[in-house]
């Protein structure tokens, strides 16, 4: 069966510093992949997606960049963390077209002090 | 541009009545949706979904209804349990947009027992 590792599961950063989160999937081959952050009190909002190694798409210009180095890893960064950059940020997969579910990881609580 | 809207942030149901959660959507390419249920510090899990070619899928307790002339979807949940209580998520897909998927805000479900 397929699993979705993040880490690390919480994190507090000062600004300025710099951010990697990873996620990782197994028990699947060319998933898509992508990134979401839910801020306090709002929805998700798709941060990157990745349809291959090395295909990353960005959905909202930000602080924040992608890469996927493997075909099962994706990576989540920043140079230099804002305050604004606080909040919950999920690593979902999925298989296939626009017809199939995503599936998330557990997450990862960025607080930015 | 909210292109996907729960309008009731939050709603309260007895144990045993029908909780009726409702998501309206403005796309008209969107043919593929689906419900995510999100309890407090974890990653959204797949509920259920359905095809633009539908109007009705039901899974056990769950039920989900398309409306497409009204561009209105609900989730309805009969029986409620307590255990039920946690944020419900909306969202939706586009067959030319790569399986991205568009959230709504959610609505946050508490079941009183």
């Known amino acids: 069966s397929q699993t979705i590792h993040q880490w690390p599961a919480t994190l507090v950063q000062p600004v300025g510093s710099p951010l990697s989160l990873e996620c990782t999937v197994e028990g699947t081959s060319n998933p898509n992949l992508y990134w979401y952050r839910q801020a306090a009190g709002r929805g998700l909002q798709l941060l990157f997606y990745s349809v291959g190694i090395g295909q990353i798409s960005s959905e909202v210009p930000q602080n924040l960049s992608a890469s996927r180095p493997q075909d099962r890893q994706f990576i989540l960064s920043s140079k230099k963390l804002l305050l604004s950059d606080s909040g919950f940020y999920l690593c979902a997969w999925s298989v296939g077209g626009a017809l199939y579910e995503q599936y998330f990881g557990p997450g990862t609580r960025l607080t930015v002090t | 541009d909210q292109q996907v809207k729960q309008n009731s942030p939050s709603l309260s149901v007895q144990e045993g009545r029908i909780s009726i959660l409702n998501c309206d959507y403005t796309?008209?390419?969107?043919?593929?949706f689906l419900w995510y249920k999100k309890y407090p510090a974890e990653g959204p899990t797949f509920l259920i979904s359905i095809s633009s070619i539908k109007d009705k899928n039901e899974d056990g307790r769950f039920t989900v209804f398309l409306n497409k002339s009204a561009k209105h979807l609900s989730l309805h949940i009969v029986p409620s349990q307590p255990g039920d209580s946690a944020v419900y998520f909306c969202?939706?897909?586009?067959?030319?947009?790569?399986?991205?998927?568009?959230f709504g805000q959610g609505t946050e479900l508490s079941v009183k027992p």
């Open positions: 796309n008209s390419m969107f043919d593929y």
């Open positions: 969202a939706a897909s586009a067959g030319n947009q790569g399986g991205k998927l568009i």
